[in-house]
């Protein structure tokens, strides 16, 4: 388990050791890693998801795609509220010298909030709609890589929270009993007002 740590922290500097360096790269990292661009952008891609589709079977599709992305979001944000309640890791800038472009969040680095996140609703989306589900993919990995570089994560963070979030997609999109009703009513209630 110390090579893991070892490795994680090498990782983590040899990252990190490229902030500070050049002003518009730093700029860039904190516009991914800051906590509202890349949700908010994703959010608008999911509202652009919900309305498109030149057919109701290709509107259906997409709307599932965006169910299940919402879905998985909410399944690894509690499971990650639960690994945090039984371990907690201290931030990077708690234990070693880093270059920080963040302010110092106080939860457990491990596993990352933002890569949980990103990555659920993008696996989600991915597993109906490949073209914008891949595009998510890379706005979630650089949401993920702006944290270790900006100094608030480890790579192993990002790579647990990747998982927890890939993890939860894949589980929501198997539980198709569960999953399918409840779609066909949201969509069904959304209908009446003119938003499905």
Not at 59 to 78: E, H, T
């Amino acid at each position: 388990m110390n090579f893991i740590y070892q490795l994680d922290y090498a990782l983590f500097e040899t990252i990190n050791n490229y902030a500070g360096r050049w002003p518009w790269l730093d700029a860039a990292a904190r516009f991914f890693l800051n906590d509202y661009f890349v949700p908010t952008l994703m959010a608008v891609i999911l509202l652009k998801l919900w309305f498109d589709g030149t057919s109701s079977a290709a509107r259906s599709i997409k709307q599932r795609a965006v169910f299940v992305g919402a879905l998985s979001a909410a399944l690894a944000n509690i499971l990650l509220k639960t690994a945090n309640l039984i371990y907690y890791r201290p931030r990077p800038f708690d234990v070693h010298e880093a270059t920080l472009l963040f302010y110092e969040p106080t939860d457990s680095s491990l596993p990352s909030n933002a890569a949980a996140l990103g990555f659920a609703i993008a696996a989600g989306v991915w597993i109906y709609q490949r073209t914008w589900g891949w595009a998510l993919l890379i706005v979630a990995l650089f949401f993920g890589l702006s944290r270790v570089f900006g100094g608030v994560h480890y790579p192993f963070d990002v790579l647990a929270g990747a998982v927890l979030g890939c993890g939860s997609a894949w589980f929501i999109h198997k539980q198709k009993m569960t999953v399918d009703p409840l779609l066909h009513l949201i969509v069904r209630l959304a209908s009446r007002f003119g938003l499905a």
